[in-house]
């Protein structure tokens, strides 16, 4: 079956700090992956994704790489603000179905 | 465009009384879906609907009836509410055709059941 997993969270940055949120996902086709940014009292906002093998995905200085050799899609920045303070969310998509599989969430609290 | 909209935005309910979560998209998707969320279990879906007139199960349906009979309104029932249904329901919609598409989500509705 389809299966997203994140690194456990909640996890607390020093503003300016590199940031890494792990994903890696189980799928039984080829799937489309993405990030979602939860910011607090907020619904899910779409923050980068891709939608084949060794694709880039990249917004507002994060990225993720889809690798498909290692079945991972690690969220990074290299900088991050306060601002930044949200929930992430890894999820995909088989790019012939319907469903959206998401991973349980990553709390991320960047401090000043 | 108003995207996803949800009402109520909070709600608090007695065990057994039963109410219903409005969902509205005015972008023209297919595709809507209703997901709940819980403390470390990240997002599950409830119910989700292809189209007009069709409607199919997700992961945990059981409590929850919806029903689709325009492309704009998904709307979610609760008909006998249980504690175990207090959560973070989130609406969420996306286009069908050409591909894996963005799914847009609402801004949610909180719900108490005491």
């Known amino acids: 079956g389809n299966s997203v997993t994140q690194m456990e969270g909640p996890v607390t940055l020093s503003e300016e700090a590199f940031l890494t949120i792990n994903c890696t996902y189980t799928?039984?086709?080829?799937?489309?992956l993405f990030w979602y940014v939860q910011y607090p009292g907020e619904g899910l906002q779409l923050l980068l994704k891709?939608?084949?093998?060794?694709d880039k995905g990249s917004n507002k200085g994060f990225e993720a790489t889809y690798r498909k050799e290692t079945t991972s899609f690690h969220l990074e920045k290299g900088s991050v603000q306060v601002s930044d303070s949200a929930v992430y969310f890894c999820?995909?998509?088989?790019?012939?179905?319907?469903?959206?599989?998401f991973g349980t969430g990553t709390s991320l609290t960047v401090i000043p | 465009n108003a995207g996803v909209t949800q009402t109520p935005k909070f709600q608090v309910l007695k065990t057994g009384q039963s109410m219903t979560l409005q969902c509205a998209q005015d972008?023209?998707?297919?595709?809507m879906s209703w997901y709940r969320q819980d403390p470390g279990m990240g997002l599950r879906l409830i119910h989700y609907?292809?189209?007009?007139?069709?409607?199919d199960q997700g992961e945990v349906p059981n409590g929850y009836n919806v029903s689709r009979s325009t492309t704009e309104d998904f709307p979610l029932r609760l008909l006998s509410a249980a504690p175990s249904q207090t959560s973070v329901y989130f609406c969420?919609?996306?286009?069908?055709?050409?591909?894996?598409?963005?799914?847009?989500f609402g801004p949610g509705t909180r719900l108490l059941v005491l």
């Open positions: 969420a919609s996306r286009r069908l055709a050409g591909g894996p598409e963005t799914q847009y």
């Open positions: 799928a039984t086709g080829y799937p489309s």
């Open positions: 891709a939608t084949k093998a060794d």
């Open positions: 999820a995909l998509i088989e790019n012939t179905g319907n469903q959206f599989y």
């Open positions: 972008m023209n998707h297919e595709y």
């Open positions: 609907s292809v189209g007009a007139g069709i409607t």
